[in-house]
């Protein structure tokens, strides 16, 4: 699939002095090349050419390859790990994992979850010991192979920031990926297991954490119940990025750069937005910092560093700068968008509200797959901690009840006072004593749905084994 760029100037003499020095290859004519309706329309095609095996393998009876495979024209790269073991009679089900976001500048040196000790390494690694060939996708402009840094880099410069777009693209290198999924079977490498492996393509599976929950549900909206694109058999989402465009800038874009987001009105930490005196922080987004903060109350000890991390003012300065990024963006690289403003104030009740340009709202909210979950039928589950703000649990929840109103499976597991990695901090005030990391359980739950079975079948009485309650 390739999205058109604004490289035909003639038809946009108003952009040319514009759109040449914004990277005129990832200007769009309109926002609407990324709806999902335009998405699932497109054409999705790709073929894996394998480059190396990585030596040693990150763990015994896997054998892991880098690839690469072409998207929108642009020469990107997948980790395969595949194991040594003789595949099922249908062949190996399979696993494709859309990471979370990575940045601009440590992109190119995106290592695709090779370091074992890292959630994403000891995620992979689990699912490929367990009998699944896991593809994990660089997506553009990630990673570095042979010494050539994966194509897109611009595409990242121009739209990996507050458009919360850039998901849209990752989403269409994933269902590339798909598509290139035969072709695996097909390629004349000689596998140390002695032929090319055989992949059940009836159980090819969609995994992501963070960002890639947003990938997920966008690759999702557009291969479900499409004729022109393959089905995934199941998809699960840690700690996802879910939430629509518009709501993920009013929760990030506070929580991550100002205090007055998390603080009670008395300018204390209480997890509320009500202070011991009863104050209430009317701007209040979420109780939970991140959990590497020493101490989230400012009123506790000495807070010159964290002061330094949070250094906005106010949730309205917050609003302003995250929005101001979305629309300098959209500005300068949509060509059928121009001088879109928004506007900040409080209403009659004292609540912030944005009143946005509604050229940008009706384009970005065709663009998302939340929360009205359409073509989504595709069992899925779930996995959130209660007190990560990169993940409410109102949107999970969400979602669950719109795709169960519908007849459809969908779970959603929470695991309490756990981390955006679904694991339990060393800070007592973020994970309580006796709080159990989330990891084993999820994966043992992503085991079950992904070969067919209920993943409410694992009851996740504890961490000590992945595989203790299972059935």
């Known amino acids: 699939m390739s999205v058109t760029g604004c490289s035909n100037k003639s038809a946009h003499d108003s952009h040319e002095e514009s759109c040449p020095n914004h990277n005129p290859s990832v200007c769009l004519t309109s926002l609407a090349e990324l709806s999902i309706d335009n998405l699932r329309e497109q054409n999705y095609s790709a073929s894996l050419q394998l480059l190396e095996r990585v030596k040693p393998a990150p763990q015994a009876g896997v054998e892991t390859v880098l690839a690469s495979y072409l998207s929108d024209g642009l020469r990107i790269y997948t980790r395969i790990d595949i194991p040594t073991a003789p595949p099922p009679a249908d062949g190996y089900p399979v696993v494709i994992f859309a990471h979370g976001w990575i940045g601009i500048d440590k992109a190119p040196n995106y290592h695709f979850g090779l370091d074992k000790d890292s959630l994403y390494g000891e995620l992979v690694n689990d699912l490929a010991g367990d009998g699944f060939i896991v593809l994990s996708p660089g997506y553009r402009g990630h990673g570095t192979i042979q010494g050539e840094a994966a ?49 059940d393509l009836n159980k090819v599976n969609l995994m992501g954490h963070s960002q890639g929950g947003d990938v997920v549900l966008t690759a999702l909206a557009i291969t479900g119940n499409n004729p022109g694109t393959p089905e995934f058999h199941a998809a699960s989402i840690w700690a996802g990025n879910v939430a629509d465009k518009f709501t993920q800038a009013n929760t990030f874009g506070p929580m991550g750069t100002t205090a007055q987001a998390f603080l009670a009105g008395d300018g204390s930490w209480t997890g509320t937005a009500t202070g011991d005196n009863g ?100 069992p899925l589950a779930l996995h959130f901690s209660d007190r990560d703000y990169y993940s409410l649990p109102v949107w999970n929840q969400r979602i669950q009840t719109t795709l169960r109103a519908r007849g459809d499976r969908a779970y959603a597991f929470e695991y309490p006072g756990t981390t955006h990695g679904l694991k339990v901090s060393e800070k007592k ?39 203790k309650d299972l059935p």
């Open 429 to 467: 005030w973020f994970s309580p004593a006796g709080t159990i990391s989330g990891v084993p359980c999820a994966i043992a739950r992503d085991n079950l749905l992904f070969t067919g079975k209920d993943p409410q079948q694992y009851s996740c009485k504890s961490a000590e084994s992945k595989t």
């Open 151 to 199: 194509a897109g880099l611009e595409y990242m410069r121009a739209w990996d920031n507050g458009s919360y777009l850039s998901p849209s693209f990752y989403a269409i290198d994933t269902v590339n990926l798909f598509a290139a999924l035969p072709s695996l079977s097909e390629t004349e490498w000689q596998f140390e297991a002695g032929s090319a492996p055989h992949l």
């Open 279 to 378: 104050t209430v922080n009317p701007d209040f987004i979420f109780g939970f910092p991140p959990n590497w903060i020493g101490n989230p109350d400012p009123k506790a000890g000495n807070w010159t560093w964290q002061y330094q991390s949070w250094p906005t003012p106010s949730v309205k300065q917050a609003l302003e700068n995250k929005y101001q990024q979305m629309y300098d963006t959209i500005n300068q690289h949509v060509l059928d968008i121009t001088d879109a403003k928004f506007q900040i104030r409080r209403n009659s009740d004292g609540k912030l509200e944005t009143i946005h340009d509604v050229r940008v709202t009706k384009a970005l909210n065709k663009t998302s797959a939340y929360p009205k979950l359409r073509h989504i039928s595709t």
